[in-house]
């Protein structure tokens, strides 16, 4: 299974915070570990199982690490071609049953010098048909008085990408990120922060399983494998928000989401959350997220005539929109052991789409994940 097919959440969850533990027992100053494991269920298609173990700690007041290692489980169907061979084009699953497993690692180390950080990171991820390494620096100036901190960033992956249907294929993709960000203290309640990010990607973007079938008028078939640009320059706009509502007990969480490549593809996330303390131990939040994109300029359930060099079907390129629903718990014991739980629903479909119908061959993803976190401060 190529890894685009991993989704958003994946991402998400390997951004945790993850620990690299003290050489010296009681070195630590300031930390936490913690275990957590995440479950993804498509409906009729994939299913992802995922260990994480993670952590963070400041030790002599000037350096920070982090670090996490988790595991990939993966079986299921996935979408392999579109045929319009019922007279409409409609995507087809694998008739293959889908087994993968992937293992990561990160590890980042930092040095403050007074007002600045800096820090140096490196991952590592390996599955049966792609590999990655990736190191990344980032500079950070904490200023007036530690209510403003300026963030700037740069990483570089370099990934090899392989098929375990074509033994022969070994193509490399390179990517460069860029990113700068600001965030700010506006008041003893309230708190902004906003982020900019670019991306400069060369190299192997195909998805070796995937390809188009179509029958034309004149009965002529026409099979063609996925095919991409082979360069891909992406600019995502992030801000985040945060209000505090003492009396009530309540913060309020918004986060929006602006991304854009030369591919043509933009695209808008929102998401709102309300996190409620009902005393010092426990907590819920309930959260709504919406997602809409539009459809790569390439982007074709049919091969039309006379047939491009490039055009993929693969639905993730296409025009839909999302709702993702959630609810997190949260317990606190007095000892600084956390628990957190969440559960969420996704639905991504054509109808979902913001000003209009989104891509007809768009088949409607419906899914389900969870979450579940124990963690231990010291």
Do not use: C
């Amino acid at each position: 299974m190529a890894a685009t097919e991993r989704g958003a959440l994946w991402k998400a969850a390997l951004a945790l915070p993850i620990a690299v533990i003290p050489a010296r027992a009681g070195a630590a100053e300031v930390g936490e570990v913690g275990v957590t494991l995440l479950g993804y269920k498509e409906r009729g298609l994939m299913k992802i199982t995922e260990p994480i173990l993670w952590g963070q700690a400041t030790f002599a007041e000037t350096w920070e690490v982090s670090g996490s290692a988790a595991v990939d489980i993966i079986t299921g169907a996935s979408p392999q071609l579109v045929s319009n061979a019922s007279g409409k084009p409609v995507q087809t699953v694998s008739g293959a049953s889908i087994s993968d497993r992937r293992t990561t690692w990160d590890a980042k180390v930092g040095r403050r010098f007074g007002d600045f950080t800096f820090s140096a990171s490196r991952a590592v991820s390996r599955e049966e048909d792609y590999i990655s390494h990736a190191f990344g620096l980032e500079a950070r100036w904490d200023t007036n008085a530690k209510l403003t901190t300026f963030t700037a960033a740069f990483g570089r992956s370099n990934d090899r990408v392989r098929s375990s249907d074509d033994p022969s294929l070994d193509e490399h993709r390179g990517t460069d990120q860029y990113l700068f960000g600001v965030s700010q203290v506006i008041s003893p309640v309230a708190a902004i922060q906003s982020t900019v990010t670019y991306s400069r990607g060369r190299g192997w973007f195909n998805d070796p399983y995937k390809f188009t079938l179509t029958f034309h008028p004149d009965a002529d078939l026409v099979i063609m494998p996925d095919r991409r640009p082979s360069e891909r320059d992406t600019w995502a706009w992030i801000t985040r928000y945060r209000h505090h509502f003492a009396a009530q007990r309540n913060t309020l969480q918004a986060e929006y989401r602006f991304y854009h490549d030369d591919w043509g593809i933009d695209a808008h996330t929102l998401e709102v959350a309300l996190h409620h303390d009902f005393n010092e131990a426990f907590a819920l939040r309930p959260a709504l997220r919406y997602y809409t994109q539009s459809a790569a300029d390439f982007y074709s359930p049919v091969i039309p005539q006379p047939q491009p060099d490039i055009l993929s079907s693969d639905q993730r390129l296409g025009a839909f929109g999302g709702l993702s629903p959630s609810l997190r718990g949260i317990y606190r014991f007095a000892d600084g052991t956390r628990v957190e739980a969440t559960a969420g629903y996704i639905v991504d479909s054509r109808s979902l789409h913001l000003g209009g119908r989104g891509s007809e061959a768009f088949s409607t993803l419906r899914a389900a994940y969870g979450l579940v976190s124990i963690s231990h401060a010291f």
